[in-house]
């Protein structure tokens, strides 16, 4: 008997011939929903033969013995197989099975040479393999679905499609075998059910309303809009809703209903900031997973770089919940799952089966990109091209859900497709629901000074500035000991504990002036009297507006009255580079031209058209790329946030008591020390990342020599060090003579 795999914790080898059998099957159940199960199940059927080469069976055996080796080609005898019966192209899905996808042009080569130099061996294996295996191969060669030919990029995609498909097929069937329980752990009930519109409708009619009984009814209508445009078919949507219109909680309604109307498998909620997400994966968790029902399986996973998929609870014991997320963010098999857009897409264009598995899992399900206009214009075409995919050919709908929607129809690669409209007629509701002033005062540079004198005005006030220098400057001229402050330069965990405290002053009517930079623009329910912000991107103003009187309930003197947004020009502030100058510069354009009116949506739709007509939507030429088949350059050209900072990690205790605090430190410490430990071992790290993750602060890449050198990083494994130098409770991240890291 030939055997796939090495023995299993019950001492038992994996039969080769059921390996083969029990994937295929398994890729033609993933290929099915879009047309492809017939090539997926053929593929997964051949992706091992190689295995029935005599000196892979004696590599096997070696293994069993605890010698280290590396063994011989496997992938070539399938690979050869494919390209006979299908063509190369999909033989290159075998090839990548465990290194990734080729470019076309290298895997050519690969193959032309493992055909000559590996004849004799690829034919022994497909000999074995037919005699092992009596219907190795189609009677009839098997067919393509129609939209899978209709052009390069297009081919392309597919291509991916399959490949996730074959890959996740080759994980799952390979965990079965090694670890049963883990494989029984995966949630088999892992699509949206009846039960689940259930639950959250429930949930909905025992809202408590809390805003002005006009905001509570706009609301209300929404949600019913919602649900009615759920009886559509699918396809591209628009949700566009005021901040504060309840888009959180509508969204999901449609998204749950539209599944159940139409057969739709799950809901994927992709978001650009890590502070909504985490805001969001709490409001889905309380309807789906209320207390009482923790012990039972999840619904709802969190997939992004700070949740917690660790195995472990905090005894060090093995938790089936958290081992159960862990198992689910591999795949995305599961009804519900909040990620962040540079997850979703960075995997869309990844060319490693570990980032790719999980994409056959996105055909018929209900994508909802919050915050859409977020997305970054340089990667916009292949963004919008992949959509386009998706919604066209894999029975996928696609939400596009802000309070300033891009006009995405005026650009070339989204002209013929039309998206509609979820709330009719939305402009109303920007007028019903107008509850700030805007407060333009941008005509001159203003100082920090006077500045810090118009949020003293308030006794609660936010300002929000552009850059975390421009923060710390104000709140030095604001000389309030009792001001907080909130951006990268505090690490999760403290801004989390910040957030908490600044959410108490406002509920119990306390003194409350907060310094922030862009971190809590969106997605973070606050709600001052007066908000500040410095003149940026036309979006990110009306996001810091969608701070000030969010719920609708301030009154001056017993009588309803607007918040306030004050617009000013910091006369020594900063501004970001690139996409973002570029978008406040058009919004300093705007202002020229008259003071924009921030409850036009049109407004927005011609400030974006100017966004997008000034940029190049396809910089890294990533099109081009895939037209080529080359997709290890698609993946290292897409890139949604460059990578140009290291981590560094603080000892940081919300603690008061001096002894308490220390234990937490000292966990950090323990944590660290079994990282350094373990440096060679991938999963343990990634794991102990992910633990450390909550306490890290980035740092600009060019100054971590410096710092280092100085004596304020002490290097634990590459890209992450321990934080030396002075961590301050309101301040954050410091260095030495006081001086706060750029």
């Known amino acids: 008997m030939a055997i796939a795999h090495t023995k299993n914790y019950a001492g038992v080898r994996h039969d080769l011939v059921q390996h083969l059998r029990d994937t295929a099957q398994l890729a033609y159940r993933f290929g099915e929903a879009f047309g492809a199960g017939d090539i997926s199940y053929w593929l997964a059927l051949w992706h091992d033969i190689g295995k029935h080469n005599p000196a892979f069976q004696e590599y096997l055996t070696i293994r069993e013995s605890g010698e280290m080796v590396v063994g011989p080609d496997h992938k070539a005898a399938g690979a050869w197989l494919a390209d006979q019966h299908l063509g190369g192209y999909f033989a290159m899905i075998i090839a990548g099975h465990h290194g990734g996808l080729q470019a076309e042009a290298d895997f050519n080569v690969w193959l032309a040479n493992r055909a000559e130099g590996d004849r004799l061996t690829i034919e022994e294996c497909v000999r074995q393999s037919r005699i092992a295996i009596p219907d190795l191969e189609p009677a009839i060669p098997p067919t393509l679905p129609a939209f899978a030919s209709l052009d390069e990029r297009t081919f392309e995609f597919f291509l991916r499609m399959v490949y996730s498909c074959v890959v996740d097929a080759d994980y799952l069937d390979t965990e079965r075998h090694f670890s049963r329980m883990r494989s029984r752990l995966r949630y088999k009930q892992n699509v949206i059910e009846e039960r689940h519109w259930q639950q959250f409708e429930r949930n909905q009619n025992a809202l408590i309303k809390?805003?002005?009984?006009?905001?509570?009814?706009?609301?209300?209508?929404?949600?019913?809009?919602?649900?009615?445009?759920?009886?559509?078919?699918?396809?591209?949507?628009?949700?566009?809703?005021?901040?504060?219109?309840?888009?959180?909680?509508?969204?999901?309604?449609?998204?749950?209903?539209?599944?159940?109307?139409?057969?739709?498998?799950?809901?994927?909620?992709?978001?650009?900031?890590?502070?909504?997400?985490?805001?969001?994966?709490?409001?889905?968790?309380?309807?789906?997973?209320?207390?009482?029902?923790?012990?039972?399986?999840?619904?709802?996973?969190?997939?992004?770089?700070?949740?917690?998929?660790?195995?472990?609870?905090?005894?060090?014991?093995?938790?089936?919940?958290?081992?159960?997320?862990?198992?689910?963010?591999?795949?995305?098999?599961?009804?519900?799952?909040?990620?962040?857009?540079?997850?979703?897409?960075?995997?869309?264009?990844?060319?490693?089966?570990?980032?790719?598995?999980?994409?056959?899992?996105?055909?018929?399900?209900?994508?909802?990109?919050?915050?859409?206009?977020?997305?970054?214009?340089?990667?916009?075409?292949?963004?919008?091209?992949?959509?386009?995919?998706?919604?066209?050919?894999?029975?996928?709908?696609?939400?596009?859900?802000?309070?300033?929607?891009?006009?995405?129809?005026?650009?070339?690669?989204?002209?013929?497709?039309?998206?509609?409209?979820?709330?009719?007629?939305?402009?109303?509701?920007?007028?019903?629901?107008?509850?700030?002033?805007?407060?333009?005062?941008?005509?001159?540079?203003?100082?920090?000074?006077?500045?810090?004198?118009?949020?003293?005005?308030?006794?609660?006030?936010?300002?929000?500035?552009?850059?975390?220098?421009?923060?710390?400057?104000?709140?030095?001229?604001?000389?309030?000991?009792?001001?907080?402050?909130?951006?990268?330069?505090?690490?999760?965990?403290?801004?989390?504990?910040?957030?908490?405290?600044?959410?108490?002053?406002?509920?119990?009517?306390?003194?409350?002036?907060?310094?922030?930079?862009?971190?809590?623009?969106?997605?973070?329910?606050?709600?001052?009297?007066?908000?500040?912000?410095?003149?940026?991107?036309?979006?990110?103003?009306l996001q810091v507006g969608g701070r000030a009187n969010r719920e609708g309930l301030l009154e001056r003197d017993g009588v309803p009255c607007l918040g306030r947004l004050i617009i000013f020009d910091p006369g020594a502030g900063h501004l970001p580079t690139g996409d973002y100058q570029t978008r406040t510069d058009i919004t300093s354009s705007l202002c020229r031209q008259g003071k924009p009116d921030m409850n036009d949506p049109n407004v927005f739709s011609k400030y974006f058209q100017r966004v997008y007509g000034n940029a190049d939507l396809d910089a890294n030429h990533i099109q081009v790329k895939r037209f080529e088949f080359d997709y290890p350059r698609v993946a290292e050209r897409f890139r949604m946030i460059e990578d140009e900072s290291e981590s560094v990690v603080v000892l940081y205790s919300a603690k008061d008591e001096q002894e308490a605090a220390e234990r937490e430190h000292q966990k950090i410490r323990d944590l660290l020390a079994e990282l350094a430990a373990n440096a060679a071992n991938a999963a343990n790290q990634r794991e102990l990342m992910r633990k450390l993750q909550p306490f890290t602060v980035a740092i600009r890449a060019g100054w971590v020599g410096e710092y280092t050198r100085r004596g304020l990083i002490a290097p634990v494994v590459p890209g992450l060090g321990l934080w030396q130098g002075k961590y301050h409770m309101v301040r954050g991240l410091m260095a030495d003579s006081e001086l706060t890291l750029p």
């Open 210 to 541: 809390e805003g002005s009984p006009t905001l509570d009814q706009a609301r209300d209508e929404i949600y019913q809009a919602c649900l009615a445009a759920a009886e559509l078919e699918p396809g591209f949507f628009r949700l566009s809703v005021p901040t504060g219109g309840g888009k959180t909680r509508s969204a999901l309604g449609f998204a749950l209903r539209h599944a159940m109307k139409h057969n739709l498998k799950r809901v994927i909620v992709a978001i650009p900031y890590l502070s909504i997400t985490e805001q969001t994966t709490k409001v889905y968790r309380d309807i789906f997973e209320p207390e009482v029902a923790k012990a039972q399986v999840p619904v709802v996973l969190e997939h992004y770089s700070s949740s917690d998929a660790g195995k472990e609870n905090e005894n060090g014991k093995v938790d089936p919940r958290r081992e159960w997320l862990h198992l689910a963010a591999e795949n995305w098999d599961t009804p519900i799952v909040v990620t962040t857009t540079v997850q979703l897409f960075e995997s869309l264009f990844a060319s490693t089966p570990g980032r790719c598995r999980k994409l056959h899992n996105l055909a018929k399900s209900v994508i909802i990109l919050d915050e859409a206009q977020m997305l970054p214009a340089h990667l916009l075409t292949p963004i919008l091209d992949s959509l386009k995919q998706l919604c066209a050919h894999y029975g996928v709908s696609v939400v596009i859900s802000t309070a300033t929607q891009p006009d995405y129809q005026a650009l070339p690669i989204f002209r013929d497709t039309p998206a509609r409209e979820i709330v009719p007629a939305p402009e109303r509701y920007f007028r019903s629901l107008k509850r700030v002033q805007y407060v333009w005062r941008t005509h001159r540079p203003a100082p920090w000074v006077e500045i810090a004198g118009w949020m003293k005005v308030e006794q609660q006030a936010l300002a929000v500035l552009n850059t975390k220098l421009d923060a710390l400057a104000l709140l030095d001229a604001l000389d309030d000991p009792d001001a907080l402050h909130l951006s990268t330069l505090l690490c999760g965990t403290h801004r989390t504990a910040v957030l908490a405290e600044v959410k108490w002053r406002l509920a119990n009517k306390q003194p409350c002036h907060l310094v922030s930079t862009q971190v809590v623009e969106a997605g973070v329910n606050l709600d001052f009297p007066l908000a500040l912000r410095a003149l940026g991107p036309l979006d990110s103003i």
